[in-house]
């Protein structure tokens, strides 16, 4: 009998089910305790989640989104500088930049990996420029040694957009703690997802760590209840979040690894077929899967024939940023980017998650080869 059940994207509910009594028990934990603002689970989070990245701080705020805004400003960003980063993001790495009063511009990206191109960030870089925004994009790390070079260069700060890539490493050293700061989104669907919203600023800088700390927390001094250094605001995570992601933290390292097996079982299962499947990012470096994304002719066509089938998939990012009605006024012009122009033509999604299955990758890479009439 043909398998006709639906194969998700992601599949949330499936670890839920998994862990559903350890998180029920830690979020009646954490409401119990009334400390639900910055109290012990989110302190104990933060110290278990510093330790898996080796890093020396973990600040935990309200969402990947505003874990970059608080970064930036951490790192001295505000009114009047310029920060250069990726147009092939979600939307939440420029709308961020601009909530600390700075502007941004974009770079063009690499071919093959989709990650900001250190070729091009020079070119963008002028007077008022103060930091470089990379975006694992992915899960896929950036060509951060180079980037970091560029920034050494010209005093500027970088700021690790790390929201798809969790205990991806760069040559030895993990997303998030390369650069003078990291943001991480624990959005649902993430590798390391709340039961809603949250996110954390890394960092092995003291000084970002306790302006993170401030900027989160209304701009309140360390050691003063009601003096402030900073304007900040009310971006700060829930004990309950935090409860819920220590018990999840404790399976990220396997989680992740299944991933990555469930990529390489991708990778056979797609030879021959006329579509590019991830690269490898080489010696002491590894990949995230947050998504397994191909690069396919008739893009468009497939997705519609996958959907078909039942196969979840999606796209990201089919509008590149510059062109987003949001930022019309700002003339970016398509013509300076021309790989990200590419890649909004051709990048695909494949369902991922740990507990995909070899029968799903074998279906999912027969209904591929089907449609090419391989």
């Keep these: 009998m043909i398998n006709t059940n639906p ?21 009646i934990r954490a409401l119990d305790s009334m400390r639900w603002i910055i109290g012990p689970e989110t302190e104990n989070f933060e110290l278990e989640f ?22 930036l400003g951490a790192c001295g960003i505000g009114k009047g500088d310029h920060v250069i980063t990726t147009p092939f993001t979600f939307i939440a790495t420029t709308s961020s930049i601009s909530l600390t009063g700075a502007e941004f511009s974009f770079a063009d ?7 900001l191109s250190p070729e091009g960030i020079e070119k963008r870089i002028t007077k008022n420029t103060k930091a470089i925004l990379p975006v694992h ?18 005093n500027l700060k970088v700021i690790e957009d790390c929201a798809q890539s969790h205990l991806a490493a760069y040559k030895g050293r993990m997303t998030g703690t390369i650069g003078h700061a990291g943001a991480f989104s624990f959005y649902p669907s993430k590798n390391l997802g709340a039961c809603g919203d949250g996110g954390a600023v890394v960092t092995n800088d003291a000084e970002v760590a306790a302006n993170s700390r401030s900027l989160r927390h209304c701009g309140r001094k360390a ?18 979040q935090a409860a819920i992601l220590r018990v999840k933290l404790k399976h990220l390292a396997e989680w992740t690894e299944l991933r990555r097996k469930a990529a390489a ?22 990949q995230s899967y947050y998504v397994y994304t191909i690069k396919a002719p008739r893009r468009d066509e497939l997705a519609a024939f996958l959907s078909s089938r039942k196969i979840g998939n999606a796209i990201y990012y089919p509008m590149p940023l510059y062109k987003q009605p949001v930022y019309q006024h700002l003339g970016f012009d398509p013509k300076d980017y021309p790989n990200t122009e590419k890649l909004t033509t051709e990048v695909l999604s494949l369902p991922m998650f740990p507990e995909i299955s070899d029968s799903d990758i074998a279906r999912v890479a027969a209904a591929i080869k089907e449609f090419y009439g391989k």
């Design 7 to 27: 194969i998700p994207l992601f599949n949330l509910n499936k670890q839920h089910e998994s862990l559903r009594e350890e998180i029920n028990s830690a979020a």
């Design 50 to 71: 510093a330790k898996a990245l080796d890093a020396k701080h973990c600040i935990a705020c309200s969402s990947g989104a505003s874990a970059i805004q608080i970064a």
């Design 109 to 115: 990206v690499d071919s093959v990996t989709g990650n």
């Design 137 to 154: 994009i992915y899960g896929y790390p950036a060509e951060m040694d180079r980037i970091m070079k560029i920034a050494q260069k010209h």
């Design 223 to 240: 050691d003063k209840t009601y003096e402030y250094g900073f304007e900040g605001s009310t971006l700060r995570m829930d004990d309950v």
């Design 265 to 286: 079982k991708y990778d056979d299962a797609l030879k021959g077929l006329p579509v590019v499947v991830p690269s490898d990012p080489g010696a002491g470096s590894s």
